[in-house]
């Protein structure tokens, strides 16, 4: 399991002095609220950003971070991702799971019969849908419902389904 979790995209300075527009990649844009501290992934670090001010607008969040006060200090932070530490998320009910945490998992049928591994999860709004990469370059598209996904143990890294009939056929 990864330590840390993206929250947002930057994807835009937004005005002069010092702001950026995130895109978030949370449940709940309305936890930037309570956020005190986010990190900037460079690549080749983690640069801490304390958070000075947030502001909603549209689908969008804006930040105002602590020392940044005009558009050049920003500029370089556009599309980078935020990320928080895994103590700062928010907790999860039953049978709740982090997109990160899935991503990389292996899919084996009850029968035993491995599937592939998830790749990615869309997020439908109904129910999710996990992405798996099968061999043969094929991807077979899972809903996260109860009757599919059966067991999940993160510690194992595999994920237990039921494949409903015509799922491997589309």
């Not at 929250?7 to 950026?20: D, L, Y």
């Amino acid at each position: 399991m990864n330590d840390m979790l993206r929250v947002g995209v930057i994807t835009s300075t937004h005005g002069v002095r010092g702001e950026v527009k995130v895109f978030p990649t949370t449940d709940d844009a309305a936890r930037f609220k309570t956020l005190e501290r986010v990190y900037v992934d460079l690549g080749h670090e983690l640069k801490p950003l304390e958070i000075q001010n947030v502001k909603f607008f549209k689908n969008m969040v804006i930040l105002k971070f602590k020392d940044y006060d005009n558009i050049n200090q920003v500029e370089i932070y556009r599309s980078k991702d935020l990320l928080i530490t895994r103590d700062q998320a928010v907790e999860l009910g039953e049978n709740e799971y982090f997109i990160g945490d899935l991503i990389g998992l292996k899919v084996m049928m009850e029968n035993g019969k491995e599937l592939g591994v998830i790749r990615d999860v869309l997020e439908t709004g109904a129910n999710d849908v996990y992405i798996v990469d099968a061999p043969g370059n094929r991807e077979i598209l899972i809903p996260a419902i109860e009757e599919c996904v059966k067991e999940v143990d993160l510690e194992a890294g595999v994920m237990t389904v039921h494949l409903l009939e015509g799922l491997l056929d589309l």
